[in-house]
């Protein structure tokens, strides 16, 4: 089972642009989590926002939390070809004992 | 450095056979994950474990087997009953035993079949 669905499957973009990504989900959560994934490695977590929570911020990153759409988005401003990579949105399971991943966002940066 | 190492990076498997992924944390943390990815697919659960000797089921456990003897360890298995293993395999560990925190991941095990 899948509890978020990225949208798009695939952007690209040109070095210094924002990139949005969107995420929807299933059931009640209390938290959601974005991820980063570059080709062939490991996941490496980015922002955690709790259901209380309507926006956060991390360096370059905002991420915001709509729990009536049950719906959040992730903004990256001022893209790198670094940021180049897929990303993730992932939320508790039903059960509140394990994460459930999206398919994921590619990004694509170019210089 | 703390962290999550998988071994090994590439793993073969013939048709029949058996074939262990090793998961070993030094961060201390209480639970793990094993989590398989496809091309063009979100991670999938497999198994997952909050307490030593004890683990649970995921939503794609068959096929697969797990231990866990030691708090830092949790050996993955793929067994003969796993009719498409190919793919790539994520360990990951939390330091509570509820997904309210970021996790960390291992940087994976590719699995071929020949």
């Known amino acids: 089972s899948q509890q978020g669905e990225e949208d798009p499957q695939a952007l690209s973009i040109q070095e210094g642009e924002n990139a949005t990504m969107n995420c929807s989900y299933k059931?009640?959560?209390?938290?959601l989590q974005w991820y980063r994934q570059n080709s062939g490695r490991g996941l490496v977590h980015l922002i955690l926002?709790?259901?209380?929570?309507r926006e956060k911020h991390s360096g370059r990153l905002r991420v915001t939390l709509d729990t009536s759409k049950k719906s959040s988005s992730l903004l990256i401003t001022a893209s790198r070809a670094a940021d180049t990579a897929s990303y993730f949105c992932?939320?508790?399971?039903?059960?509140?004992?394990?994460?459930?991943f999206g398919k994921g966002t590619t990004l694509s940066v170019s210089s | 450095d703390g962290g999550i190492t998988q071994s090994p990076k590439y793993l073969f498997r013939k048709e029949g056979q058996n074939v262990t992924l090793s998961c070993e944390q030094n961060?201390?943390?209480?639970?793990m994950y094993w989590y398989r990815q496809d091309p063009g697919q979100g991670l999938r659960l497999i198994y997952y474990?909050?307490?030593?000797?004890?683990?649970q089921k995921g939503d794609i456990a068959e096929g697969y087997s797990v231990s866990r003897e030691k708090k830092e360890s949790f050996p993955l298995t793929v067994t003969s009953a796993q009719k498409n293993p190919t793919a790539f395999y994520l360990c990951?560990?939390?330091?509570?035993?509820?997904?309210?925190?970021?996790?960390?991941f291992g940087s994976g095990t590719r699995l071929t079949v020949v």
């Open positions: 961060l201390n943390h209480d639970a």
């Open positions: 992932a939320s508790p399971n039903q059960a509140g004992t394990a994460l459930i």
């Open positions: 990951a560990s939390n330091g509570k035993t509820t997904p309210n925190y970021g996790y960390t």
């Open positions: 926002i709790r259901s209380n929570e």
């Open positions: 474990s909050q307490i030593v000797n004890d683990f």
């Open positions: 059931t009640s959560i209390n938290n």
